[in-house]
């Protein structure tokens, strides 16, 4: 054989070869998706790139791409946002409880603060250790000095396994001023204006309350709300710990109440979601919407011709008028998303280095404008805020008599949590209370037993709401 044959056998091997190598990367190739709830890719070092599991998709997404966009500005690393959409998290939780469970837990994930948390702890294949603990970092962004009160409320008997991102409001009744206007009523205080309001609504053939069961969560969102109003601050972080009697008089006059509202809805709340109810106010379809402050986000980014006034400050030319939930005035309802990073993994130091990133000042003051929430630092200038909401907010956060965890967004074990959402709805549809109240006193059951006589919300010395559960020692 003539060497220049050798030469050409030779060429044709490695081309073979690297056409072949090619190839088989190509298909080992991790396939990354958008929105379906599958094991987030295998990252490596090298190529600097992690997946972040989170509920904020479609019209929800600006405050979190915004956040995402220059973290990687700034470090090189991209962030794979697996977006598994539902408001409050009704996929996306159970999703992620999977991957935990399968032991191949994205690189971080949205979470509450609150016992939320516990529900991931509980499956993960090693329990606390499989989780980082987040204390050191929360030092490091300044979260130790200029916002010890959400740090302290975000610990599970002292210890940080997810670090706040932000404060939401859930107690907040969200009126189409135009629509107030027409029925000739003003801003209810209590929750017997709310009642006469609505009656008055709908006898001039005007939906009163726009909550949406497509999505389930505003209407457990509502029933919280009311539950709020009637059983005050205290009974109610009872029954975050299960403590709360089934027979308090109290779960039946919010269920009596609720119930008196949920004839109000408009006809088609079955096939609604949030973002669904919220158009429908901003065209006039409907007085009102009971939500948490994330419709601001959404109407600031989606509707920005959309004038939001706070209550306390109501001008002509508003067109959503926006108040705490009548007879829940002074308290703070608290929503506190917050982000998780399973330990353990190769790609744990770069989920480490997004939650420094996002819960820090910086990223907290690119996603809370955008978000519809306020920063958790007391020293950032709420300046920052585009809407006039926010910056009440941060007003009514430093003078709230009280704060809460919502019972819909964090305060309850994923389970129960789950039981209650779908229920509520059956309540609505059926009229049932009978079976509410078999689902309220074994979801308060399940709760206390999750707890487990060993879990507490807060700090040593500093319990959440000042509460503390009968087994803190
Ligand atoms: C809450 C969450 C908010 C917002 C809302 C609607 O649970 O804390 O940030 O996403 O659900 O999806």
Redesign the pocket.
């Known amino acids: 054989m003539k060497t220049s044959q050798l030469l050409a056998i030779v060429v044709l091997v490695v081309v073979v070869g690297v056409v072949a190598y090619i190839l088989g990367t190509m298909q080992q190739a991790p396939q990354v998706t958008q929105t379906a709830p599958t094991p987030p890719a295998q990252t490596t070092a090298q190529v600097k790139k992690i997946s972040f599991y989170t509920?904020?998709a479609g019209l929800?997404r600006f405050a979190i791409d915004a956040v995402i966009g220059n973290f990687t500005k700034k470090t090189g690393i991209q962030v794979e946002k697996t977006a598994v959409p539902g408001?409050?998290?009704v996929n996306a939780k159970f999703a992620i409880l999977a991957l935990m469970q399968a032991g191949n837990p994205p690189a971080a994930f949205q979470v509450?603060c609150g016992p939320e948390i516990l529900s991931y702890i509980y499956v993960a294949p090693k329990g606390e250790a499989s989780f980082v603990e987040l204390s050191s970092v929360a030092k490091e962004i300044d979260m130790t000095t200029q916002a010890p009160d959400v740090l302290s409320a975000c610990s599970l008997n002292g210890k940080v396994y997810a670090l706040p991102v932000?404060i939401?409001r859930a107690n907040l009744i969200f009126i189409n001023k135009q629509v107030l206007d027409k029925i000739g009523g003003s801003v209810p205080k209590s929750l017997d204006d709310l009642v006469a309001l609505c009656n008055k609504a709908t006898s001039m053939g005007i939906p009163c309350l726009l909550q949406a069961g497509a999505d389930q969560?505003t209407i457990l969102h509502l029933w919280e709300q009311v539950f709020l109003a009637v059983a005050g601050p205290q009974k109610f972080i009872i029954f975050t710990y299960g403590t709360l009697p089934p027979d308090d008089p109290s779960l039946r006059q919010a269920t009596e109440v609720f119930l008196t509202l949920s004839k109000t809805f408009p006809a088609n709340w079955p096939s609604l979601d949030?973002t669904g109810a919220v158009a429908d106010l901003v065209a006039g379809k409907g007085l009102a919407h009971v939500d948490?402050d994330?419709v601001v986000g959404l109407i600031y980014n989606v509707y920005p011709q959309v004038k939001m006034c706070p209550y306390t400050a109501v001008t002509p030319d508003c067109n959503i008028i926006v108040a705490p939930f009548p007879g829940t005035q002074g308290i703070y309802n608290l929503?506190i998303?917050a982000v998780a990073v399973p330990a353990g993994s190769p790609t744990t130091q770069m989920g480490i280095e997004f939650v420094k990133y996002f819960a820090g000042p910086e990223g907290q003051s690119i996603f809370n404008p955008l978000?519809g929430?306020i920063a958790v630092y007391k020293n950032i200038d709420p300046a920052i805020y585009p809407t006039p909401i926010q910056r009440w907010e941060v007003e009514e956060y430093r003078n709230a008599k009280a704060y809460v965890f919502s019972l819909?967004?964090?305060a309850l074990f994923s389970d129960v949590w789950q039981s209650l959402l779908q229920q509520s709805i059956v309540l609505v549809q059926t009229g049932r209370t009978d079976l509410w109240y078999n689902t309220l006193a074994s979801a308060l059951n399940t709760e206390r037993s999750l707890w487990k006589d060993t879990w507490y919300m807060g700090a040593p010395g500093k319990p959440f709401g000042g509460y503390q559960p009968p087994w803190v020692k």
């Open positions: 509920w904020w929800e408001g409050a998290g509450h932000n939401h969560f949030w948490g994330w929503v998303d978000k929430s819909t967004h964090g």
